[in-house]
């Protein structure tokens, strides 16, 4: 499985950004799937997940009603649409792929894109 992870870059507080994550090399709809993002001298924090077979979702209480999480299996995609971006939300965010039912815990993914960079100025 190859994770591609994209759209990431500088935005002032209150901003959008949408990260997409392509898929290939494998039965893309088998996966939950998960945006993780880590901060300089930080853990890495499951901010959201969907699983695979009916779509439920997760999300941190930081970001709760403020990003959202979707998936299109016929395109292989997952994306993170981020509303009211705050500075604490700079990071690096990654993409990652498995079969888990752990949605929030990094370990149990074993696929994962390369991260894509979300900067928010004050």
């Known amino acids: 499985v190859q994770l591609q992870a994209s759209g990431g870059g500088l935005v002032q507080a209150g901003s959008s950004l949408r990260l997409s994550c392509a898929c290939s090399?494998?039965?893309?709809?088998?996966?939950?799937m998960g945006w993780f993002r880590q901060a300089p001298g930080k853990e890495r924090e499951c901010v959201a997940a969907?699983?695979?077979?009916?779509?439920?979702?997760y999300y941190a209480n930081s970001v709760q009603g403020r990003f959202t999480i979707s998936r299109d299996n016929a395109k292989n995609a997952v994306f993170l649409q981020m509303n009211s971006l705050k500075p604490e939300d700079t990071a690096v965010y990654y993409c990652?792929?498995?079969?888990?039912?752990?949605?929030?815990?990094?370990?149990?993914?074993?696929?994962w894109g390369q991260g894509t960079q979300v900067t928010v100025s004050s």
């Open positions: 990652a792929a498995g079969l888990t039912t752990y949605y929030n815990d990094p370990t149990t993914y074993p696929y």
């Open positions: 090399g494998s039965t893309f709809s088998n996966y939950a």
């Open positions: 969907i699983t695979s077979v009916n779509g439920r979702t």
